[in-house]
């Protein structure tokens, strides 16, 4: 069994709104993710889920919680440290062009990790070190001298992930990177990331709102409603036995090919809480069609209903033994 690589502990962040109280980001998250693992990460806009992926590379700081890189607290970490950690974990940005210097070249963006950390004896050495990389995510030579305004999206991308690869890392929190992209170029993105995690043993924390991506990428999911994870569980758990009436409704949303068939939608009703100052009870009782008196005024904790599936619902069971959704939904495994 592969062993823990990153693991989030009670991870909050609250952002103070001037006169209004305490903005709930991300409220009490915890997961794990293990060496040459991909973990999926996904929910709606403004669930929280970038926000982790800032605390995750330190982009900004917790107000409370801790995560675990190799078993060393991240936050606690020395400046000798955090300079080794950022050659160890690295970030894919979800809008390819803003991410990437316009007045530099991709031969300058490429090279200039190496320049920072002082990889490469010499120029020539450091040209070398780019042309291989260049090679590792199959870009051509030809375009070291482009700006990034001169490539295609998906192109774009690519420099970015070779990027992240620059100098050797095992991490790489992937935000969101196909979702500005068109459907065939996100194919050979995601294609990509997995033909390196295969070659180069990389470990992914994968945040997406597409549930489809992530079920193609993911060996765990978890899924995230108002800075909280409501479910989490390995993909083929996920997706034949969702338990999270949230969950039903995101996985009720996945585009299918149907003939002949009225494929069934999960339409939430009501308005979504304000995670300003949220209160006791559920956040998702006010959308969901199986609230209780109990879900207003007791907050469900997520607890471990079969080996490895977690749960924050007080009728977790419930959900799943008379969703038709649910009954229609077949296990699949990765890469299915």
Not at 27 to 45: A, C, H, P
Not at 82 to 108: A, G, H, V
Not at 238 to 246: D, E, L, R, S, V
Request: proline share 4%; net charge neutral; with cysteine.
């Amino acid at each position: 069994m592969s062993s823990p690589l990153v693991q989030a502990q009670n991870l909050k962040k609250y952002f103070k709104i001037k006169g209004r109280g305490e903005l709930h980001a991300v409220d009490d998250v915890s997961f794990t993710i293990n060496e040459g693992e991909t973990f999926g990460l996904v929910g709606e806009s403004g669930c929280g889920k970038s926000t982790i992926g800032n605390l995750v590379m330190r982009l900004l700081d917790p107000t409370e919680g801790k995560l675990l890189y190799r078993g060393k607290n991240i936050y606690e970490c020395s400046r000798e440290e955090k300079t080794e950690l950022c050659k160890k974990m690295q970030i894919i940005f979800q809008d390819p062009y803003s991410s990437l210097n316009p007045r530099k070249t991709i031969r300058s963006i490429l090279g200039e990790s190496y320049q920072i950390q002082k990889i490469g004896k010499s120029k020539e050495e450091q040209e070398m070190l780019v042309r291989e990389l260049c090679d590792r995510v199959s870009i051509s030579h030809g375009i070291l001298d482009y700006f990034p305004h001169e490539l295609d999206g998906g192109m774009r991308q690519v420099v970015g992930i070779a990027r992240a690869l620059s100098l050797s890392a095992d991490f790489i929190v992937c935000d969101e990177p196909v979702s500005s992209l068109d459907v065939s170029v996100q194919a050979k993105v995601i294609n990509l990331l997995m033909d390196l995690q295969k070659e180069l043993g990389l470990s992914y924390l994968f945040i997406s709102h597409d549930l489809s991506v992530v079920k193609h990428i993911s060996d765990r999911i978890a899924v995230m409603y108002l800075g909280e994870i409501v479910e989490q569980a390995d993909t083929k758990t996920m997706f034949a036995n969702t338990m999270h009436p949230y969950s039903l409704a995101l996985l009720s949303a996945v585009p299918q090919v149907s003939v002949g068939k009225k494929v069934e939608r999960i339409v939430l009703q009501g308005d979504v809480p304000s995670p300003i100052n949220p209160g006791v009870g559920c956040r998702f009782a006010p959308r969901c069609w199986m609230a209780s008196e109990r879900c207003k005024t007791e907050s469900p904790k997520l607890t471990e209903v079969e080996p490895g599936h977690f749960v924050s619902c007080f009728y977790a069971d419930k959900a799943s033994a008379n969703s038709s959704l649910a009954k229609k939904i077949k296990g699949v495994k990765k890469n299915d």
